[in-house]
Nanobody, 133 residues
Framework: EVKLVESGGGSAQAGGSLRLSCAAS????????MGWYRQTPGNECELVAS???????YYADSVKGRFTISQDSAKNTVYLQMNSLNAEDTAVYYC???????????????????????????WGQGTQVTVSS
């Protein structure tokens, strides 16, 4: 059984930082792709970052240089360190396992909850991040 529980969301000022955590149960970190998706304006689901042993670490252009994904296999936890936050980062963030990105890493044209109901892989319940000026 795979279970993913996100935490660390909340409110932050523009320019500030937050760290999201994903407690993962039943996930073989050495043989899995861990990712963070977010629900974006326009009812799209965007892959923010992913990490695995098979492919290079990925970051969306919108977060490159500001966000860092990492994992601690000893703690069965995946992190998303978010720095230099701006209002466009306001979203619900989801921890995922083995969810394939869309073609050319374009956002999926649907809500993340809809994608989670259709796609292979596993999803957490999400955690809200709100960035204000």
């Amino acid at each position: 059984e795979v279970k993913l529980v996100e935490s660390g969301g909340g409110s932050a000022q523009a320019g500030g930082s937050l760290r999201l955590s994903c407690a993962a149960s039943g996930v073989p970190f050495d043989d899995a792709e861990m990712g963070w998706y977010r629900q974006t304006p326009g009812n799209e689901c965007e892959l923010v970052a992913s990490v695995s042993s098979e492919i290079p670490t990925y970051y969306a252009d919108s977060v490159k240089g500001r966000f860092t994904i990492s994992q601690d296999s000893a703690k069965n936890t995946v992190y998303l360190q978010m720095n230099s936050l701006n209002a466009e980062d306001t979203a619900v963030y989801y921890c995922t396992v083995d969810v394939d990105p869309n073609s050319d890493y374009e956002p999926y044209p649907m809500a993340c909850r809809e994608l989670a109901s259709r796609d292979l892989g596993y999803w957490g319940q999400g955690t809200q991040v709100t960035v204000s000026s």
